[in-house]
């Protein structure tokens, strides 16, 4: 894990984090916790790219279920969190 005190970045700027980021994402230590994730451009854009492409996938599955016919309906929250916790328990 790639990560710098919250306090060497005030000290030094952000060239502390740029010598970080050629090596992988950095994440910002402060109060002895990480606090923050610092991320190339290229790398949050890959990041994006990658949750809208899950996301296809599942709208398309949910598509493919529906016209499969692989669908209930429920009358109210109730009843879907009840056939939900049946489906745990068995």
Excluded at 43 to 72: C, F, K, N, P, T
Aim: hydrophobic content about 45%.
């Amino acid at each position: 894990m790639n990560t710098i005190a919250a306090q060497e970045i005030k000290r030094r700027g952000i060239a502390a984090v740029d010598d970080l980021l050629r090596v992988g994402d950095v994440h910002v230590i402060r109060n002895n916790q990480p606090q923050y994730v610092v991320l190339s451009e290229a790398r949050y854009r890959e990041l994006i790219e990658v949750q809208e492409d899950a996301y296809e996938a599942r709208v398309l599955a949910s598509m493919e279920d529906l016209r499969a016919g692989r669908v209930r309906r429920f009358s109210s929250t109730g009843e879907l969190l009840r056939a939900v916790a049946a489906e745990d328990e068995a």
